[in-house]
């Protein structure tokens, strides 16, 4: 799954641990899927569209 987190990430200045630690996730986690080895499930997709304060879909999409 494609996923713009580090963007989103860049642009509020949060390093992968703040993200992490807000979202009761560890950073390896946050990391895998800015590298998209790993995809959230939609329960932990929803809290990261949620901190972000926008809809799932302006972070994650399923276009190759």
Do not use: C, H
Not at 6 to 13: E, G, H, I, L, T
Not at 25 to 30: E, H, K, M, S, W
């Amino acid at each position: 799954m494609k996923n713009k987190l580090k963007v989103f990430r860049a642009m509020q200045d949060i390093t992968q641990d703040d993200l992490a630690s807000s979202l009761g996730v560890t950073r390896q986690t946050i990391l895998s899927i800015e590298k998209e080895k790993y995809d959230p499930s939609l329960k932990l997709a929803f809290k990261i569209a949620k901190y972000f304060n926008v809809n799932i879909e302006e972070i994650f999409s399923d276009e190759d």
